[in-house]
């Protein structure tokens, strides 16, 4: 997976390409979770990403609870139709945030 940055009107845009899953949340837990610290509003791409996993799933809520714990805000943009399906069936759609 690919994971590149650009910040944007006070908002930092993670733009993730290829797959979330078991051998790729590692990177994004280890790229998003820090940026609570310097970023209010962070943005992840979805445009480019093929597939999330449950283990991308688990990042995301940890991303997710990083967020609220700084008062930060994080935010879902252009979710294909297929992982939409995976975050509704999941009870994730719910707890995620959607731009």
């Known amino acids: 997976m690919t994971i590149t940055q650009k910040a944007e009107n006070g908002t930092l845009i993670l733009t993730l390409e290829g797959r979330l899953d078991t051998a790729t949340s590692p990177q994004l837990q280890d790229t998003l979770l820090p940026v609570f ?40 943009s252009n979710v294909s139709s297929d992982i939409m399906e995976v975050f509704e069936m999941t009870g994730f759609s719910d707890i995620l945030s959607f731009a």
């Open 37 to 76: 610290g310097e970023n209010k509003d962070v943005v992840l791409d979805f445009s480019k990403l093929a597939y999330v996993s449950s283990a991308g799933l688990r990042v995301l809520l940890m991303g997710q609870k990083e967020a609220q714990g700084k008062g930060a805000s994080m935010k879902l």
